[in-house]
């Protein structure tokens, strides 16, 4: 096996950014605020490019940046609707789907690469959901040949893994 923990977790870093990111962007684009990538990058003080370049890159963005943003987002809102953003807002960005995903970034880090395959076999329903975003991700060419090696083996241990359990239910 040539994939080893710290290339799975950038790679679920990866989707969390992902994750975070394009949720934050779905509210953006809603009546009530209609706030394109440069009016947020100038409202927070940032070239006009600035969000658009963090989007694209899946960059990992400081609490302050997202707290400057969640500004912007909060002042065109009151200009628009007339009212602050509400908690449905952070809730649509912190979607269950990118807490799952911050959760297994977190076990990720306690685990060995001896027993990577076992964590993987453990986990396959939150690394078939990853697979999901892994196609994605590489179809925007996010992914590189090591992470694009590691997603055919993780394919391949969840195929081999789905396989010999279909084999057992058929045995009984």
Known sequence: MLINVSVI????????????????????KEKNLQLTHRDLSIGTGRAPSWFNNSFNQLEDLQITSFLRMLAVANERSKE??????????????????????????NNLVVEEDAHLLDFIQSEEKLFLDLIGYWGILSSKNKLDAVEKEALREIRTILKTSSDSEEGEEDEQ
């Open 80 to 105: 628009k609707a007339g009212k602050d953003i509400e908690a449905i807002f952070l809730r649509d960005i912190f979607t269950s789907a990118a807490i799952e995903t911050a959760n297994a970034l």
């Open 9 to 28: 977790q950038k790679m679920v870093k990866k989707v969390l950014m992902y994750q975070l990111l394009t949720n934050f962007d779905a509210k953006l």
